[in-house]
């Protein structure tokens, strides 16, 4: 069954904001999109760039590291980066359930 834990620091999110957050010994990027809450692995796909550490573009985590772009609300991979100028494909980062109860915003992992 999954497992939803509560993340205390979510309040600090402003809309449109992300944060590293580690829940049950894996860290994940939370974002706020629009008043909703998304949870993603903080590892990207490609080589484990640090996902919090990216731009947050009009719903889009943009990798730090080689510039590939994911979907916050889903971890779809919208498009590949770029390494020594060689343009690459990636696939999806994992995406994380999340709810909301009471104000408290609550993360599954398995
Ligand atoms: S590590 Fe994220 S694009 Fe390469």
Redesign the pocket.
């Known amino acids: 069954m999954m497992e939803y834990v509560k993340i205390d620091s979510a309040s600090e999110l402003s809309d449109g904001g992300k944060m590293k957050v580690v829940v049950n010994g894996k860290t994940l990027m939370l974002a706020k999109l629009d008043g909703a809450y998304y949870a993603l692995d903080n590892k990207?796909p490609?080589?484990?760039?640090s996902l919090s550490d990216g731009n947050l573009n009009g719903g889009n985590i943009v990798?730090p590291?080689?510039?590939?772009a994911f979907d916050v609300r889903t971890g779809k991979a919208v498009h590949g980066?770029k390494?020594a100028f060689i343009k690459f494909k990636?696939g999806d980062a994992i995406a994380y359930p999340v709810k909301t109860q009471d104000g408290d915003v609550l993360v599954g992992t398995e």
């Open positions: 990207c490609h080589m484990g760039g990798c590291r080689h510039g590939s980066g390494l990636v």
